[in-house]
């Protein structure tokens, strides 16, 4: 694919899902009462807005919520391995991933926006669709040593889908649906749902994990995404590259 067409595939992707409000500060959410305490009417909590918990839940939006805004990406000399015959290793050795994907797709590398690094892998023919998967790097605190720093994952992925969800709005905007989270080795796995009013629904599978470069901390944020009429041709795919996702 030529450099002006990869351009053209991420830049109108950008558009393809929502752009969350501006979030405020924790006090102007309500807590729910199994945060506020345990086995208590929320009413006769005092509410929490300790600093460092606030500084926790924008982090956790700022830096999950860039995923969804990928800067200009430009095509990337690819450093690969062969594994199945329909699917090649993508290596990253200066930002230590690496994944599995399919001998035809393109990819794409970018920076910026407060954003390490982006990469993004999609077949040619889904330009139209936005049929993709994207790993997405931000820089982290010395305070945010794991995933569990910004909550357990059923927290997490609650906290995540719930921002991005406008339904509730006059007249409606995306609505978002969480359909199931777990963490495994070192990685929340999160799966959910986004449509917006007139659209396909478009089914996301994330993958987030910290890892240190030696100097600081780094969320790392793998989004898989796919339209509801692509999910026949590439469903699957997407799956099993957001599942091959390895620190290396």
């Not at 987030?208 to 009429?229: D, H, I, K, P, S």
Request: charged share 20%.
């Amino acid at each position: 694919m030529a450099v002006a067409s990869s351009l053209q595939f991420i830049q109108s992707n950008n558009l393809l899902l929502p752009r969350p409000q501006p979030l405020n500060t924790l006090k102007d959410y309500k807590i729910s009462s199994a945060i506020c305490c345990k086995n208590a009417q929320i009413s006769s909590c005092a509410p929490i807005q300790d600093e460092a918990q606030i500084k926790r839940r924008e982090a956790l939006f700022q830096t999950v919520f860039a995923a969804f805004s990928l800067p200009s990406i430009v095509p990337l000399a690819i450093a690969e391995t062969a594994v199945a015959e329909e699917y090649r290793t993508y290596s990253d050795d200066v930002n230590k991933f690496k994944i599995s994907i399919p001998q035809d797709w393109e990819v794409g590398t970018g920076d910026g926006n407060g954003l390490k690094s982006v990469t993004a892998f999609y077949p040619a023919e889904a330009s139209s669709s936005g049929s993709s998967v994207s790993v997405v790097i931000t820089g982290l605190g010395p305070d945010f040593t794991k995933l569990e720093s910004f909550g357990n994952v059923d927290a997490f992925a609650e906290n995540l889908v719930s921002g991005l969800d406008r339904s509730w709005q006059r007249p409606p905007g995306v609505k978002a649906v969480l359909l199931n989270s777990k963490s495994s080795k070192g990685f929340y796995f999160i799966e959910y749902t986004l449509k917006n009013p007139g659209e396909s629904e478009r089914h996301l599978f994330s993958v987030l994990g910290v890892a240190n470069n030696g100097w600081y901390n780094r969320l790392y944020t793998l989004t898989g995404q796919f339209v509801e009429e692509d999910a026949e041709k590439y469903g699957s795919k997407i799956q099993k590259v957001v599942s091959s996702f390895r620190f290396i």
